[in-house]
């Protein structure tokens, strides 16, 4: 005789998923990953709080945001999380804690809204989409005691700005990876042309491939202390440095090759740099730097080159 084991409760499957231990994770390596697991952690414990606070007052709110936290959590464990899907699991799991439409909870979601609404860099902010006055009645009358139609009501405006600030992030995320994706492409192509740039440099004009090989140098190594002092004191925020970390990787490629041209163009006479002392080599390779550290130099460098009327008219001209 075969014995079916009986299967658990709603209540008692939800209550294994949110168990805490279940979302620790040892090792966390990644920055980026460790703060959005944080968050997934926090907004687990508030949902253990709210259910069981608003069990026995707003049963059937409880069963239904049990079911959708199941949903969310059922075969998922933290270590199998990156980055991307912690943050997904975040803003779902806070969706799902707005169908208990409990009335303290929504009201402290709106006092943050309130204050995320001064904020100018912040995402969809509630006055993006709604009116303030709404805003501050919801508020008000949360605290007064509010009726179903207004706690549904909040609910309805917290999940429609939850989910535009998820898109907003998962746009921001897919930018970021496709841009890694084409400069895995092009970096090698990148590198290879300035290999045969330097080779293919004619010695019995001027500058050798010693002379290029030097410039290109200079002009990665410029290129690479303007990062790093762009990211000491000009990034801040976590989509920022996430998409200097894709172009940081190249960008010494660039700075080779902002070198390499500037080598050619003093080297071509066609524009006399510094009164003719860039001719010398230690003026070439300081050109070389300049070119790769301020990219605003390299580019009007190069467009005195390509417009510069007097070097048409009446030989080189001079910066």
């Not at 005789?1 to 040892?26: D, F, G, I, Y």
């Not at 199941?70 to 803003?91: P, Q, V």
């Not at 929504?106 to 509630?126: G, I, K, N, P, Q």
Request: charged share 25%.
């Amino acid at each position: 005789m075969t014995r079916v084991s009986a299967q658990p409760s709603l209540a008692e499957r939800c209550e294994e998923l949110l168990a805490a231990n279940r979302w620790t994770r040892k090792t966390r390596k990644n920055a980026e990953l460790t703060k959005a697991l944080a968050y997934v952690d926090q907004v687990i414990g508030e949902a253990r709080r709210l259910l069981a606070i608003s069990e026995n007052s707003a049963a059937g709110t409880c069963d239904l945001a049990k079911a959708e936290l199941c949903r969310l959590l059922d075969g998922r464990s933290a270590d199998e999380l990156d980055e991307d899907d912690a943050w997904e699991l975040y803003t779902a799991l806070k969706q799902a804690l707005l169908l208990i439409e409990n009335q303290a909870y929504l009201s402290m979601l709106l006092d943050r809204e309130a204050v995320r609404d001064t904020r100018d860099d912040a995402w969809h902010r509630w006055t993006t989409h709604f009116g303030p006055d709404e805003l501050s009645d919801l508020r008000e009358e949360l605290r007064n005691g509010a009726t179903p139609d207004a706690c549904a009501r909040a609910a309805r405006r917290l999940g429609f700005l939850y989910g535009k600030r998820a898109e907003a992030g998962r746009e921001r995320r897919a930018k970021a990876a496709v841009k890694k994706r084409s400069m895995l492409y092009v970096a090698p192509a990148l590198l290879t042309l300035i290999a045969v740039l330097i080779a293919a440099l004619d010695v019995d004009q001027g500058a050798s491939w010693k002379d290029a090989l030097v410039a290109a140098l200079a002009g990665a190594v410029g290129s690479m202390l303007a990062g790093f002092i762009k990211l000491r004191d000009k990034l801040f925020e976590l989509d920022d440095l996430r998409a200097f970390v894709v172009t940081n990787g190249v960008q010494p490629l660039v700075g080779a090759t902002s070198g390499l041209v500037v080598l050619l163009i003093v080297e071509s006479g066609i524009i006399e740099v510094g009164g003719g002392n860039a001719a010398q080599s230690p003026g070439r390779t300081l050109l070389a730097f300049a070119a790769g550290f301020s990219e605003p130099f390299f580019l009007g460098l190069v467009q005195n080159v390509t417009h510069d009327k007097s070097a048409d008219m009446n030989g080189p001209g001079t910066i």
